[in-house]
């Protein structure tokens, strides 16, 4: 993915507010900038729930569940092939396919905290035109106040493209975007951290290594060694400010 100058200055946009006119507020945060099409919007017009959408380069995002009818049910099934096939599983996980019911509760879930929580740490589904690419999450360690654990999952036809990077590099922006739009987790506290956790032979592990998170280690998750990262928001900020850091990501 060719990541610009341009492309990081965006990133230090304020949040803007204004009314809409059919009443309520729209935060609209990094309005679309130059070619790059990099913005973050959230809806959250009256009794409506919280909406989320993401523009990068190449995809196109959205809140997980909170669509049209025939839009939620296509994500739904296109998750229900991702977690129930062998090969994608393999490397997630416990390394093996999950139930339908175990996926359809998951999805639930993160459609709940859209929809009646109006939580912004929750799960995106990524679009490059009509084409599904994937799905990624930022969900609340209920144990760890203020943190959240990013993950990932995406179809094998699209791995190796850069989509992985691509959405990864929300990372430096997302987590102060929603504390300075005022959303927080459902237990009502701002965004502190982000971690993440992937096996080493994981093109997800690669990725984090690539754009410079930190990883902490390694530990055992679900039988299986899992490099663990981990970054506070204000470290996440700072690469953007900093000159070094940010020629560093522009070279990455």
Same mark, same amino acid.
């Given at each position: *993915? ?78 229900? !092939? ?6 994608? *599983?393999?490397?997630?996980?416990? !390394? ?28 995106? *589904? ?25 993950a990932d999952i995406s179809a094998p036809q699209h791995w190796k493209k ?19 739009? !005022? ?24 990725? *984090? ?13 679900? !039988? ?29």
């Open positions: *993915m060719p990541i610009t100058d341009d492309f990081l200055e965006a990133l230090k946009t304020p949040v803007v507010t204004w009314e809409h006119p059919e009443g309520g507020l729209l935060k609209i945060i990094n309005p679309i900038i130059n070619l790059n099409r990099f913005s973050i919007e959230f809806d959250d017009i009256g009794t409506r729930s919280l909406k989320a959408y993401i523009y990068t380069p190449r995809l196109q995002i959205h809140s997980l569940g909170c669509e049209d009818d025939e839009t939620n049910n296509r994500d739904l099934q296109f998750l229900l !092939g991702l977690y129930g096939s062998q090969e994608i *599983m393999a490397k997630y996980a416990y !390394g093996v396919p999950l139930a339908e019911d175990i996926v359809k509760n998951r999805v639930k879930y993160f459609t709940d905290e859209w929809q009646k929580f109006h939580c912004p740490l929750s799960a995106f *589904m990524c679009y490059s035109g009509d084409e599904q690419i994937g799905m990624f999450n930022l969900s609340p360690i209920s144990e760890m106040p203020g943190v959240a654990e990013f850069g989509f992985a990077s691509e959405i990864g590099l929300l990372l430096y922006k997302y987590p102060s975007v929603i504390n300075k739009a !005022g959303y927080t987790d459902i237990t009502g506290a701002n965004l502190l951290a982000v971690t993440a956790t992937a096996r080493p032979d994981n093109g997800s592990a690669i990725v *984090m290594d690539r754009l410079g998170l930190t990883c902490k280690g390694e530990i055992e998750k679900y !039988g299986a060694p899992r490099k663990i990262f981990y970054n506070t928001v204000k470290e996440l900020e700072a690469v953007v400010q900093n000159t070094k850091l940010r020629a560093q990501l522009l070279a990455s």
